[in-house]
Structures are given as structure tokens and as C-alpha cells.
């Protein structure tokens, strides 16, 4: 069965400090890993996206990894700011039948002043 | 250009009313998705519609549940009889999906509240 699992589940930081949220998956075959950011009452929005042929990527503050062969993937955000706080959604998508991505049950995080 | 759009934004209903929620996709989106989101919990999918073809309901929780799709274009969820543990966030998106597009991010609404007294 297809399974994205996050870590931590909530997170608290202080501004300007660094942090790094976790994503585990055993999504088989492997497409493409993507990390969404959800704020509060609105729907997710993609950061970025890896496929399995790329170790790293950064949008801005946000850098993504990925190891494809343990399956693990990481978000880092660099430098936090206030605007950070919302959820982290790690979604993973198979390749050759199904469209409907498996989703993570995300990471919350809070930047405190 | 437009996002998706969803209405209402809010909803508030008695328990053993029936809901229609719609979804406006985003022009030329062939996918669309149908996800539930109860409070502090992950995205629960619901159904999701690909062209012509038909949809994959496999994520609808009970037989009160169904959606339909117009010409390939707007999207209505319909909850039939609601229940208490029916109140959530039920969030509609779109993606341009085809055999080649694997790596489309799906672009969300920003969702219908739902609540059922």
C-alpha cells in the first residue's frame, strides 16, 4: 500500500532560526515528490517538486532533498519569518496508471516572534 | 488567471439536510479532485474525474456521497442526509493531466466549511 508518513507532526521555532521537516514514502513506482504549503483556511499550494533523478532543489528559503533509493525527503527552510507558519504537506505521486497522489498528513509549523 | 473557485466558502446545515458544494476548475484542467479535510487532520480523498472517463470514487466514504462533473468542466459534491462527522473542509482541485504530465502540480481551492448542527 501506498504510504507517506511526516516528521515531526508539529514544530514550534523562533523567527529567523532554521528547521527541517521530514518525509518518508513507500510509493512504488516512484514519479515525483512534491511539497505543498497550506496556510490557515486556504488550500495548499505546490513549493516545489523532485523527480527521481534529482537530489535537490531550492525555491528561495526552501530547499527540498531527496534520496530515492531510502525514499526519504526533506524540506529545509532557511532564516524562518512569521509568514512561514502553516502546514507542510508532502505529497508523492506513482508512475503509469493512477493521477491520485498519495498525500502525508503534513507538518505544522509555528515561527514565534 | 483564475484559480480554482469554490462555494460557498461557508456552510452551515442541519443534521439530515442535503449539501451541494461546487467547484469551478481552472480552464483547460482536464483532472479534477475531490478531497476532505477534517479539522488538524491530513487531506482525505474523495473522487477524482479525468476527461470523459469515468471517475475514480473509490475515496467516497458512504453511498450519501457522490459528485458530478458538467461537460468536462464544473464540478458539484453532493452530501446527501449530512451527518455530524460530515462537518470539515472540502477542498476541490485541478490539474492539467495527461500521459505525459505525471510531474502537473494540482492547484486547490481554498475550500468549502461545512458544518453540520
Known amino acids: 500500500k501506498n504510504q507517506v508518513e511526516q516528521s515531526p507532526q508539529s514544530l514550534i521555532i523562533l523567527e529567523g532560526k532554521n528547521c527541517t521537516l521530514q518525509c518518508n514514502y513507500t510509493v512504488s513506482p516512484f514519479s515525483n515528490l512534491r511539497w505543498y504549503k497550506q496556510d490557515t483556511g486556504r488550500g495548499p499550494v505546490s513549493l516545489t517538486i523532485?523527480?527521481?533523478?534529482?537530489n535537490t532543489k531550492s525555491n528561495g528559503r526552501y530547499t527540498a532533498t531527496l534520496d530515492a533509493d531510502t525514499k526519504q525527503s526533506s524540506l529545509h527552510i532557511t532564516a524562518s519569518q512569521l509568514s512561514d507558519s502553516a502546514s507542510y504537506i508532502c505529497?508523492?505521486?506513482?508512475?503509469?496508471?493512477?493521477?491520485?497522489?498519495?498525500f502525508g498528513r503534513g507538518t505544522s509549523l509555528i515561527v514565534h516572534p | 488567471g483564475a484559480g480554482v473557485s469554490q462555494s460557498p466558502s461557508n456552510k452551515v446545515t442541519e443534521k439530515g439536510k442535503d449539501v451541494e458544494l461546487r467547484c469551478d476548475p481552472i480552464?483547460?484542467?482536464?483532472?479534477l479532485y475531490w478531497y476532505r479535510q477534517s479539522l488538524g487532520q491530513g487531506l482525505e480523498f474523495l473522487i477524482y474525474f479525468q476527461g470523459n472517463s469515468a471517475p475514480d470514487k473509490s475515496g467516497l466514504p458512504s453511498d450519501r456521497f457522490s459528485a458530478e462533473r458538467t461537460g468536462g468542466s464544473v464540478s458539484t459534491l453532493t452530501i446527501q442526509r449530512t451527518q455530524q462527522e460530515d462537518s470539515a473542509v472540502y477542498l476541490c482541485?485541478?490539474?492539467?493531466?495527461?500521459?505525459?504530465?505525471?510531474?502537473?502540480?494540482?492547484?486547490f481551492g481554498n475550500g468549502t466549511r461545512l458544518t453540520v448542527t
Open positions: 505529497v508523492v505521486s506513482a508512475r503509469g496508471g493512477s493521477y491520485i497522489p498519495t
Open positions: 523532485m523527480t527521481f533523478s534529482e
Open positions: 480552464s483547460g484542467h482536464t483532472a
Open positions: 482541485a485541478s490539474s492539467i493531466l495527461d500521459v505525459s504530465s505525471y510531474n502537473s502540480p494540482l492547484h
